[in-house]
């Protein structure tokens, strides 16, 4: 696609229940990453994959936090029990190789736990 | 870990006038790339202007331009010509020479007034 495509754009979950989001990266890019931006902060680097592999997942706050991207192409966060600290926007970026190359943000899912 | 602090939370310009946006930065490295981008309230993040940390020259795209202090480790905004349309969340963000993800700041919310 012409863009980074996310869904859902918004996601509203109870505490405790888990949740999927999707990323849907320009195709063809390589490299993926997603960043967590909790109200009135800036992005926090949370994972990154190159192809399907999975090179750095240091920023997953904890084990209730899986990402994947089986196929090299599109990636699933996956947020198990959810609590309301996880309440933020997830936003993916991806871009065409490893190194210096332009990175395409999507417009992100505003993910609420109530 | 690298750090970016920028201290003005709310900036303000008046449309066609000049407003200049602050970043420090801390780091241990030589080589490293900064950015400005900017997100409006669709969540997307737009790259405004990048600059390598090599390069003397300071970097310019169009109505915007940057002062790169690599010494004092200080990288602002300058937009000249405020338009309605800039508008937005600013976020300054740095990232390593080799590695692959961006340590954003806090962001600075632009108003421009009629």
């Known amino acids: 696609g012409a863009g980074v495509s996310q869904s859902p754009r918004y996601k509203v979950a109870k505490r405790g229940q888990d949740v999927a989001l999707r990323c849907d990266p320009i195709?063809?890019?390589?490299?993926l990453f997603w960043y967590q931006q909790a109200l009135g902060q800036g992005p926090e680097f949370l994972t990154y994959?190159?192809?399907?592999?999975?090179?750095?997942k240091s920023g997953l706050p904890s084990d209730r936090f899986f990402a994947e991207r089986p196929e090299g192409s599109v990636s699933t966060l996956k947020i198990q029990r959810t609590q309301q600290e996880d309440s933020a926007v997830y936003l993916c970026?991806?871009?065409?190789?490893?190194?210096?190359?332009?990175?395409?943000f999507g417009s992100g899912t505003r993910l609420t736990v109530v | 870990a690298q750090t970016v602090t920028q201290s003005q939370p709310e900036m303000s310009v008046q449309e066609a006038e000049t407003v200049t946006l602050s970043c420090t930065y801390d780091?241990?490295?030589?080589?490293?790339?900064l950015f400005w981008y900017k997100q409006p309230p669709s969540r997307q993040m737009i790259l405004v202007i990048r600059?390598?940390?090599?390069?003397?020259q300071n970097a310019t795209e169009n109505r915007f331009s940057v002062n790169f202090q690599k010494a004092a480790k200080s990288f602002s905004l300058k937009i000249s010509d405020s338009q309605l349309g800039d508008a937005a969340m600013y976020f300054c963000?740095?990232?390593?020479?080799?590695?692959?993800?961006?340590?954003f700041g806090t962001g600075t919310s632009l108003t421009v007034i009629p």
């Open positions: 970026a991806s871009t065409r190789g490893t190194g210096d190359y332009g990175y395409t």
């Open positions: 195709s063809g890019h390589v490299s």
């Open positions: 994959f190159q192809n399907e592999a999975q090179l750095d």
């Open positions: 780091t241990s490295e030589s080589d490293y790339y």
């Open positions: 600059q390598e940390a090599y390069k003397q």
């Open positions: 963000a740095y990232r390593s020479f080799t590695g692959n993800q961006f340590y």
